[in-house]
């Protein structure tokens, strides 16, 4: 049986690219990429060439804050560019201080932020903040929702909608209609 002309040569192509693509895109040992990246675009250039387990990525933000994004699965492009991660934990640490978000999912949004969806959880000195969504903005050090949120500490739950988290001094905002309660009752 013979195979029409070309179509090897197209297969053998197709594969050596994503070979180039993935091993360019992967770098050393496969799941790591280190320094200061430049995050890309939220959705991929083109179809979905590949999905990735174990994605690392390291980098510093505008302010200084050093930045890790792990998730347990990533979709990359045709060129190189993650865009879908699940199983999301990102660690900002700052000069004075830090927070840690983990969530269901995430879009990197080109060279501004990472958005965070399905289920937000975030930590920074014994807080503990729940909500649907948020974005991490690199270019100001802050995470920032429109979602409603409830944070909690001890026995202190502040509950809101909308929040802004600075990063390098752990201060939190709520911007609208805050209820805190103390010790279960509302104050």
């Not at 180039?20 to 040992?29: H, K, N, P, R, S």
């Not at 190189?80 to 900002?92: H, Y």
């Not at 927070?99 to 965070?116: D, F, M, N, R, T």
Request: proline share 4%; net charge negative.
């Amino acid at each position: 049986m013979s195979r029409p002309p070309g179509l090897l040569a197209w297969g053998v192509g197709a594969l050596v690219l994503l070979v180039v693509v993935i091993a360019g895109f992967l770098g050393d040992g496969g799941k790591e990429l280190s320094g200061t990246p430049n995050l890309p675009e939220a959705k991929p250039a083109g179809p979905v060439a590949h999905e990735l387990e174990g994605v690392r990525m390291d980098g510093m933000d505008a302010k200084g804050a050093q930045y890790t994004v792990l998730a347990q699965r990533a979709a990359a492009d045709t060129k190189g560019n993650l865009a879908r991660l699940t199983g999301v934990n990102l660690k900002v640490s700052g000069k004075t201080g830090g927070i840690e978000a983990v969530a269901g999912q995430c879009e990197l949004e080109a060279q501004k932020c990472v958005s965070l969806a399905d289920g937000v959880e975030l930590t920074w000195d014994q807080w503990r903040a729940e909500l649907e969504r948020a974005d991490y903005f690199h270019d100001t050090s802050t995470i920032r929702s429109d979602s409603r949120v409830r944070i909690v500490r001890d026995i202190i739950e502040i509950t809101g909608t909308g929040l802004a988290v600075d990063i390098e001094s752990g201060v939190a905002r709520i911007r609208n209609d805050v209820h805190a309660t103390i010790g279960g009752r509302p104050n």
